[in-house]
């Protein structure tokens, strides 16, 4: 295998759920418990922003309504992103793909860009946060992950900038992943935790893939995947596992 530049331990969403989730307070408070690398969800604007949310619509973790995609940043970006965690991040803002960018080189944390299209838009939003990650990391010393459920997404992603290194999630191994992690030239399988086992770690061992797992928030858990010899986990308890 290739030498394989990441941390073992990855911080979800940015601090998992100390924080809210995929805003640069998550950011900060993940770094303050000592992670080197954050995972986050980056989607489009109505206006083609790439900026950071998990969920298709804005309701759960913003006090916006409706599907933020059809959304234009200049709406997005007024949106509150933290008040529905807790009463001390209220007035916390969705932040840009590129604000984020600034942030981490400047704190030298790396990234998991995992690409999150809104339905129906998986190759245009794959191919646009590939090229905008490829133009705000140019020249750093280690790129972004790239990584996606959707094949689109990754396939549009390995076109638009095939030198920044791309994971398929999977959350089942569903028929055809193999091939298909294979044809999009992936260097990592991030799994769902359970599905890994000696076989599953095998099959990536003599693919060259690397192994991630998510999202791990048990000792016991963090323990059975280690023993297998697995590469990393990304986690929401940054306060329990220290991630030296």
Not at 89 to 118: D, F, H, M, S
Not at 235 to 244: E, I, K, S
Request: glycine share 8%; aromatic share 8%.
């Amino acid at each position: 295998m290739s030498p394989w530049p990441y941390p073992r331990w990855i911080a979800h969403r940015g601090a998992g759920k100390l924080a809210p989730e995929n805003t640069l307070a998550a950011f900060r408070l993940g770094a303050q418990h000592g992670y080197k690398m954050i995972e986050c969800d980056v989607k489009l604007s109505a206006d083609g922003v790439p900026f950071l949310l998990h969920d298709a619509t804005l309701e759960r973790t913003t006090d916006g309504q409706g599907t933020a995609g059809e959304r234009p940043w200049i709406d997005l970006s007024r949106r509150d992103a933290g008040a529905w965690h807790s009463r001390q991040y209220a007035g916390e803002t969705l932040p840009t793909l590129q604000a984020v960018a600034r942030w981490c080189q400047a704190n030298g944390v790396l990234l998991n860009i995992e690409i999150k299209p809104t339905p129906g838009t998986e190759a245009h939003t794959g191919g646009l946060v590939a090229r905008e990650a490829a133009r705000l990391w140019h020249g750093a010393p280690v790129p972004p992950l790239l990584t996606s459920f959707q094949v689109e997404a990754l396939r549009a992603a390995q076109q638009a900038a095939p030198e920044l290194p791309r994971g398929l999630l999977l959350d089942s191994l569903w028929h055809g992943w193999h091939s298909q992690a294979q044809a999009l030239g992936c260097v990592a399988l991030v799994c769902h935790h359970a599905l890994w086992d000696s076989t599953l770690v095998a099959q990536a061992r003599a693919a060259g893939w690397r192994m991630l797992s998510y999202t791990v928030n048990d000792a016991a858990t963090a323990d059975r995947l280690w023993a297998l010899g697995t590469d990393g986990i990304i986690t929401d308890r940054v306060d329990l596992f220290a991630p030296a």
